[in-house]
T-cell receptor, first 113, second 112 residues
Framework: KAGVTQTPRYLIKTRGQQVTLSCSPISGHRSVSWYQQTPGQGLQFLFEYFSETQRNKGNFPGRFSGRQFSNSRSEMNVSTLELGDSALYLC????????????FGPGTRLTVL | TQLLEQSPQFLSIQEGENLTVYCNSSSVFSSLQWYRQEPGEGPVLLVTVVTGGEVKKLKRLTFQFGDARKDSSLHITAAQPGDTGLYLCAGLWGGSNYKLTFGKGTLLTVNP
């Protein structure tokens, strides 16, 4: 079974631009979660989608948004990029069991200049 | 907001040594997971513990869930350079609507 894939793997943007990241979950998984990882803050939860509906949301500003399609693929968008948005963005899919065990992709490394 | 505290934050040891890392919370978790993340990759699930007092073994790794389900530990016996990585714990608590809370991790370096 193929794992979670994320595109692109690396991205360089400038302040004020917007960016869209893509995630394809493991086949059959209906839950997709997004995390931001930085050395100082660790792994921070952005949001989770389950069957195209946002099920949970973290404490990030409205510039961060996401969506999930009927095939469970998900995208996240960050508008008006700031320097502090530079981070590794991780996507994880889950089969939706009671423990919500996460299967992570390799991440997208976003650098904002 | 549920918080998980992991300690130590950094750990550097020699090959062959034993080590224990800890994950603590003031809240009771319904389950707890441990992940390992290697540089340039996403975290990989190692184990899920559910029952208070539960002990699980994965080769040289031993995971324990505290009796009160507020803490967990990971013990590695005879560490090897391949164990190097960031160890993350993540908790799920009742009423969280399946939202996991991650600790900040323990960065382990095993020197040959």
């Amino acid at each position: 079974k193929a794992g979670v894939t994320q595109t692109p793997r690396y991205l360089i943007k400038t302040r004020g631009q917007q960016v869209t990241l893509s995630c394809s979950p493991i086949s059959g998984h209906r839950s997709v979660s997004w995390y931001q990882q930085t050395p100082g803050q660790g792994l921070q939860f952005l949001f989770e989608y389950f069957s195209e509906t946002q099920r949970n949301k973290g404490n990030f500003p409205g510039r961060f948004s996401g969506r999930q399609f009927s095939n469970s693929r998900s995208e996240m968008n960050v508008s008006t990029l700031e320097l502090g948005d530079s981070a590794l963005y991780l996507c994880a899919s889950s089969a939706g069991t009671a423990y919500n065990e996460q299967f992570f992709g390799p991440g997208t490394r976003l650098t904002v200049l | 907001t549920q918080l998980l505290e992991q300690s130590p934050q950094f750990l550097s040891i020699q090959e062959g040594e034993n080590l224990t890392v800890y994950c603590n919370s003031s809240s009771v978790f319904s389950s707890l997971q441990w992940y390992r993340q290697e540089p340039g990759e996403g975290p990989v699930l190692l184990v899920t513990v559910v029952t208070g007092g539960e002990v699980k073994k994965l080769k040289r790794l031993t995971f324990q869930f505290g009796d009160a389900r507020k803490d967990s530990s990971l013990h590695i016996t005879a560490a090897q350079p391949g164990d190097t990585g960031l160890y993350l714990c993540a908790g799920l608590w009742g009423g969280s609507n399946y939202k996991l809370t991650f600790g900040k991790g323990t960065l382990l370096t095993v020197n040959p």
